[in-house]
């Protein structure tokens, strides 16, 4: 951050504001405290008749990698609305959410991922630039070596392990400094 965004000032400073525990970038000319949290990504771990929706990523980070649809969650939305806005976004194809299935914190990239179970009555997509192919893979033909992310790895896995399962699987990864 090189201006506040509550006056414009370029006179920021890092410290423990009075009554916090953490540091923070506060603005010394209106006294602004400007807090950094982590970011909701939100999306969806798809299944028709016992086989996984996975789309290979067309942009970075992890281009060409298999993912499930999920994204930013944005503003003025749901986490339920957000997740089936990605999956829209990434495959063109309109899903029912079941539930809430695993919550996964990326410490390091300051990132909480929700990932819902969610169904699809069609196997009808649409690839988009995000996803440059899409498939159903049966669980045993899952390309466990290209999948993008831990947080994918943690919700096929816990999915897998219990199908059926109401839980909600949670998870984290904290890279080692």
Known sequence: ???????????????IPDGDHRLRV??????????QNPLIVVGCLIEHDGKILLAKRGIEPSKGFWNLPAGFMENGETAEE???REVEEETGMSVTI??????FS???ANQVYLIFKATSSSIEYTL?????EIEFFEPSEIPWN????????????????????????LGSYIRNS
């Open 1 to 15: 951050m090189n201006y506040c965004s509550n006056c414009g000032s370029d006179q920021l400073t890092s410290t």
């Open 26 to 35: 506060v603005c010394e000319n209106c006294n602004t405290i400007h807090y």
């Open 82 to 84: 957000g997740a089936l």
């Open 98 to 103: 079941d539930r809430l299935h695993s919550v």
């Open 106 to 108: 990326v410490v390091h």
């Open 128 to 132: 988009t630039p995000e996803s440059i």
């Open 146 to 169: 290209e999948i993008a992310f831990s947080s994918n790895t943690h919700a096929l896995k816990a999915f897998l392990q219990n199908p059926n399962s109401s839980e909600v699987h």
